[in-house]
């Protein structure tokens, strides 16, 4: 089998190898590190789904950082459900010379190296594959081979495992199908980049480009009923990306394929692959807990706020080889409840089982959690939630992985992302909604008072909800005796030399009872100029007090257009207003004169007016959702700049 994928593969790069040896540099290329001359890849699909991939690429180095970044062929894969070699590995020298480094039975062939992936809180025995190239010079070039089997993630519960096929544990999970996800960009050029696939016609695959063009051909192979697909893309340049804009596979060429008829099918199939595992049944220690967390509840969604949070609070995100592998099966409650840790999947899964305890129905759902899910069902899903159903008969999505120390069910810095239940009749593909502004407002009011010597006195407070709630919390996620630090902090960011008198807060620890509350008294010296016929001064809540829950400031708005869509963290509502008395009336108001900003995705407006000897400043924003299409940068961005306007444009006020 494998040599019918080489002579595929082959055949495709023999041109490219031949005339790689005399490649010229366009000077197109001089701005890059490499350049893929070619990459080619050839997949085999069997009828049981296995499949086997070949992958030839012939690599030129342009600069010192390419050859640095290439000194090493390396390959990752998970060995509980992919094998995978490096076939062939050379050197083709700058001189026209050739160093062999790995080659089929070739006796002098470097070491293949095969270690454990580096990780970080997720601990599956991922591994890597490699081989050193050492040193290299630019104009050197790097071809090399590799062979895999296998798919990305293993289930616990593998209805194979029994078969004596010893190939049985890389048949993927949806047993007899395929998807794959290739993309067409790249972060370096690529000359050429072709992808085929040699598939059985009974299989029906379905495919789709999205954000460009692949050139695609499909032929017969003769009477043995499968079909070559060929796709193939030239010069192949990397995107100049925008600040702030959408996943590359959301704007940038890529091909889906799969044979699952629809996401339907999709769904039951994750419904049935873990209730035949049992992952959701209550064991006698759960039951007790459940009983025991839902003695205060008084209606159906204090049950699922109680439940939520003590999953969302109790269950650590570490993800550690707990079973015969890992992906769509998700762990049992006997080994969730006992280790208290897990990856989405397993917190979610504990959360389904306690919902189910407590008579409610639950499932498992997938999402993607930063990128987009296009309609080919392709396993377009990195996350795992689940889905309750309440007595109406709506399903509500619930995340305990994004909802520590949250008062939301549902992280809203999850919406307008798509997502899939796990349910016995199916579910087709769903898109989160959107979360109105106004259920994560920030509310910021301040009473202050300027005396003849220009200091400031008073007190500013900041409300918070929602999304906006926990990044204000933020500031109490270190140790406590870092607390007061880190609250002094936030008001000597826009105030140096502020001097605080007391601060008082609500209680971090009991974040459902209410949203969060922090109220500052200080005094700031020399904070106003005063002159016996005026005063100049910036209202100090216009200074971007809390910036830690404003992420739109972090917007660069120098752009006035954009060409690519982009993303905020959460939808939200800022209202701001401050009384100050003065130390004398004053007659004549100087301000900043920003035109407001009204429309659905965002708006933008401020106010200044006096009473006697007391001004009044009042600045609202509104922030509609967390994806924008680039047609909506020019209000975003009027709406970020007259909120930047006012924290750095004093007032002038004369009598």
């Known amino acids: ?46 009828e049981s789904g296995l499949s086997h991939v070949v992958n030839h690429r012939y690599v030129l180095m342009i600069n010192a950082t390419g050859c640095a970044h290439n000194n090493v062929v390396k390959v990752d894969y998970d060995p509980l459900s992919a094998y995978v070699e490096i076939e062939k590995v050379l050197i083709h020298r700058g001189d026209g010379s050739h160093d062999t480094l790995v080659w089929p039975d070739y006796e002098n062939s470097s070491t293949v190296y095969d270690y454990v992936a580096p990780a970080r809180m997720i601990y599956w025995g991922a591994s890597q594959k490699m081989v050193e190239i050492g040193h290299l010079d630019p104009g050197d070039a790097i071809e090399f081979t590799t062979y895999r089997k296998g798919y990305t993630y293993a289930l616990l519960a593998d209805e194979t495992a029994g078969e004596a096929d010893p190939d049985a544990r890389y048949i993927p999970p949806m047993r007899g199908h395929f998807y794959d996800i ?86 039951m199939w994750f419904y049935g692959v873990n209730e035949n595992y049992g992952s959701f049944v209550p064991t006698p220690e759960v039951q007790k807990k459940v009983n025991e967390l839902l ?24 993800g550690i080889s707990m079973g015969e592998g ?40 997938m999402t993607m959690a930063g990128e987009r899910i296009d309609r080919i069902p392709a396993d377009q899903f990195n996350h795992s939630v689940c889905v309750v159903q309440r007595r109406n008969g709506r399903y509500e999505l619930l995340d305990p992985t994004w909802v520590p120390n949250v008062r939301e069910l549902w992280s809203s ?28 407002y920030i509310r910021i009011n301040a009473n202050t008072s300027i005396d003849y010597s220009g200091t400031l006195t008073g007190t500013i407070t900041i409300t918070a909800e929602g999304q906006s709630d926990a990044s204000v919390r933020g500031v109490f996620s270190a140790r406590q005796s870092e607390w007061r630090q880190n609250l002094e902090a936030e008001l000597t960011a826009i105030a140096p030399n502020a001097v605080i008198t007391d601060i008082k807060y609500t209680d971090p620890d009991r974040y459902l009872e209410q949203p969060v509350s922090i109220t500052y008294t200080f005094v700031i010296d020399n904070y106003a100029t005063v002159t016996p016929d005026e005063i100049i001064f910036i209202p100090l809540s216009a200074r971007n007090f809390y910036r830690r829950a404003m992420s739109h400031l972090n917007f660069d708005t120098k752009p006035e257009t954009r060409t690519q869509p982009f993303a905020d963290r959460c939808s939200k509502l800022i209202e701001i207003k401050e009384n100050v008395t003065l130390p004398y009336q004053y007659t004549q108001l100087h301000f900043p004169h920003i035109e407001g900003v009204a429309d659905p995705a965002a708006s933008f407006g401020c106010q200044y007016w006096i009473e006697g000897n007391r001004l ?37 006020l004369t009598k």
């Not at 840790?341 to 407590?358: E, F, P, Q, W, Y």
């Open 326 to 365: 890992e992906g769509y099966t998700l762990h049992n409650a006997d080994m969730n409840f006992t280790d208290r840790c897990g990856v989405c999947k397993d917190k979610a899964s504990m959360l389904i089982t306690m919902l189910r305890a407590a008579g409610f129905k639950s499932y498992a759902a």
């Open 182 to 267: 290739v993309p067409f960009w790249s972060s370096q050029p690529i000359k050429q980049k072709v992808y085929q696939l040699n598939i059985l016609d009974e299989k029906k695959l379905q495919y789709h480009v999205y954000n460009g063009e692949v050139n695609s051909e499909i032929v017969r192979t003769g009477n043995d009923g499968r079909t070559l697909y060929t796709f193939k893309k030239s010069e192949i340049m990397p995107l100049k990306r925008e600040a702030r804009a959408l996943a590359n596979n959301d704007i940038q060429c890529k091909l889906l394929l799969s044979t699952s008829p629809d996401w339907e099918a999709k769904s």
């Open 413 to 440: 810095a999850e919406q307008q992302q798509g997502y899939l239940m796990g349910l016995p009749d199916g579910a087709d593909l769903m898109v989160t909604p959107v979360s109105a502004p106004e259920n994560h």
């Open 1 to 46: 089998m494998k040599k019918v994928i080489y002579l595929l593969t082959m055949l495709i790069s023999m041109a490219f190898c031949a005339q790689a040896q005399q490649f010229a540099l366009p000077s197109v290329y001089g701005d890059y590190d490499q350049l893929t001359v070619y990459d080619s890849t050839s997949v085999f699909m069997e």
């Open 616 to 652: 009044t400043f009042a600045e609202s924003l509104m922030f509609a959702k967390r994806v924008y299409e680039a047609s909506e940068w020019p209000t975003f961005r009027a709406s970020v700049i007259g909120q930047q306007t006012l924290a750095t444009t004093p007032v002038i």
């Open 295 to 318: 003695r205060p509840a008084r209606t159906e969604i204090d049950s699922i706020s109680i439940l939520t949070h003590w999953v969302a609070d109790n269950i650590r995100y570490a």
